[in-house]
């Protein structure tokens, strides 16, 4: 040892060097048969259980576990978004097995003091890096979508696709509603406080059919009987 220092050489080369900070340096790999395990702390520790498998206990506990087909995290996974207004941060980023494209993202977005939305982005058709906002979740509770919102189950009384609060403080809007091969002319309903409101036409504005909450229906035209 030279200067404080215990160095380990094989063929000519430094491998190992134990200074008096306490520090180790390898000059290598570092191959362990198991765990590496903190001191004076039993149950907190990191290492391999098994081949291709990577864990890390806490309190005794494995908190993450990490083999050749996933990642298992066995609580709560916070990731750190941004504090600045008008800025966003990815929270989760999702690429093809080879890396070379993207898949699609979920952001947070600051607006202004602690509003922060829930940003949902897909890739689009020029692949690769360029994505798409599909659905953002507003801090009031709302969702908007970018596009068609298309429901594949059946239709059934005893339970609802989409359930609306009888108050006079909130309403719903589907902007448009289609059949599944786009024919149908672009219509919208409301369901609002209660009532069931049909407005038909892609440019229209004008209520054409309401069904009110005590069955009454009541038709803004002419109807036809076949």
């Known amino acids: 040892g030279t200067n404080d220092k215990i160095v380990f050489t094989t063929n000519g080369s430094d491998h190992l060097t134990l200074d008096a900070t306490p520090n180790a340096t390898f000059a290598g790999g570092l191959t362990i048969p198991d765990y590496i395990n903190h001191t004076g702390d039993s149950g907190t520790k990191f290492g391999f259980s098994a081949d291709d498998t990577f864990v890390v206990r806490t309190g005794g506990a494995v908190r993450l576990t ?19 207004t008008g800025q966003e941060s990815v929270l989760l980023r999702g690429i093809t097995s080879d890396g070379s494209d993207l898949l699609g993202s979920i952001r947070t977005a600051n607006t202004g003091g602690y509003n922060q939305e829930m940003r949902f982005y897909t890739s689009n058709a020029n692949g690769t890096t360029d994505e798409d906002l599909t659905l953002t979740l507003k801090p009031n509770q709302s969702a908007i979508f970018a596009g068609d919102v298309e429901v594949t189950r059946n239709v059934d009384t005893s ?29 919208s309903f409301i369901a609002y406080d209660g009532d069931f409101r049909l407005i038909p036409g892609s440019s229209n504005s004008t209520e054409k059919f309401k069904l009110d909450s005590s069955g009454d229906a009541t038709f803004a035209g002419d109807v036809n009987v076949q």
Do not use: E, L
Request: proline residues 4%; charged residues 10%.
């Open 66 to 84: 990490v083999n050749d087909t996933s990642a298992t995290f066995a609580g709560t996974v916070n990731i750190v978004g941004t504090n600045s």
């Open 159 to 187: 339970s609802p696709i989409i359930t609306v609060s009888n108050d006079d403080s909130k309403h719903m809007k589907m902007g448009v509603v289609r059949s599944a091969a786009g024919t149908a002319p672009n219509t």
